[in-house]
């Protein structure tokens, strides 16, 4: 059966049918073509780019044109799979203009095909003009990374009766200014719940419990890929860290006791090229 392309409008049509969804964030043509290939219905080109795959510690850092030239690498990897590419931090903040200019960047030089943004009421303004700009939206809420100075860390969100209240209002704001989806990050399970049944449109939790309408990961994690700090949230599938430290091991030793390259990893002469070669054999010239 031919597979459908992934839109904004399957992702809500998914939430009415009750069935979940999955969101994978990656960041590079090779991944993206193996989550493709898996049916993993969306992928984020996140910002946590910076920290997963640059090496920085948050992701504050990370800049429009490090996320364009990501987002057009997993672009092309990406078939079916809805492409949502992460509005870095001061990429929207400072302006409605700032906003919609990064979000068609996004779109016109990465090949996304919907933007994520951090935030609720504080930058509703920004959300609502990139989508009048025509540029589908993505909320995120609870545990919003590019503030983490704010918040003095990472750490979980709306755990009291007035920072949930807060964020189930920003979830309600978001709904009505028309963002299609709305991620939310390390809430407690109890919340995430109350907002997935109070909006019309699908959430993404990741570290936010079983009761979302999807669930994201960064692929790093998810593969064992992320070195030896593992969030509470996180479940890997399996130890690629340990796989690539024996492929690496293995192939140190080959090498050192002559075991590789063998002859079959070897390409050959012709036998009848081979008896010319040796029929007038190689002297070295003189130098003049
Ligand atoms: O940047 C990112 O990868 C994200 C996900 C964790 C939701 O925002």
């Known amino acids: ?114 933007v994520k943004v951090e935030g609720g009421r504080n930058v509703v303004d920004k959300v ?39 964020i189930i209002e920003d979830a309600k704001v978001l709904e009505e200014a028309g963002v299609f989806s709305i991620v939310l990050e390390c809430v407690p399970w109890q919340l995430a719940k109350m907002i997935t049944e109070s ?10 419990g079983p009761y979302c309408d999807g669930q994201v990961l960064v692929l790093h994690d998810l593969l064992g890929l992320s070195g030896q700090h593992i969030p509470k949230f996180v479940k890997r599938y399996t130890d690629m860290e340990g796989i690539v430290a024996k492929a690496l091991a293995n192939f140190r030793e080959e090498v050192k006791s002559c075991k590789f390259p063998s002859i079959e990893h070897s390409y050959a002469m012709e036998d009848e090229e081979l008896k010319k070669l040796l029929r007038h054999p190689f002297r070295a010239r003189k130098s003049a």
């Open 1 to 114: 059966m031919e597979r459908k392309k992934v839109t904004t409008t399957v992702l809500k049509e998914m939430k009415g049918k009750k069935e979940k969804i999955t969101m994978l964030a990656a960041y590079d043509y090779p991944t993206a073509r193996m989550i493709d290939e898996a049916a993993i219905e969306a992928i984020l080109v996140g910002d946590s780019l910076g920290n997963v795959v640059l090496g920085h510690r948050d992701t504050l850092s990370v800049t429009m044109d490090e996320m364009i030239h990501h987002t057009k690498a997993v672009a092309r990897g990406t078939k079916y799979a809805l492409l949502v590419g992460d509005m870095p931090f001061l990429s929207y903040q400072a302006s409605i203009e700032d906003a919609i200019r990064n979000a068609g960047r996004l779109v016109k030089e990465g090949q996304a095909e919907a």
């Open 128 to 166: 609502e003009a990139i989508i009048r700009a025509g540029i589908p939206v993505m909320g995120h809420l609870g545990l919003t990374p590019q503030w983490v100075h704010q918040f003095g860390g990472f750490k979980v969100r709306g755990k009291t009766e007035t920072t949930a209240r807060s």
């Open 199 to 208: 909006v019309s449109v699908p959430t993404i939790g990741i570290g936010a």
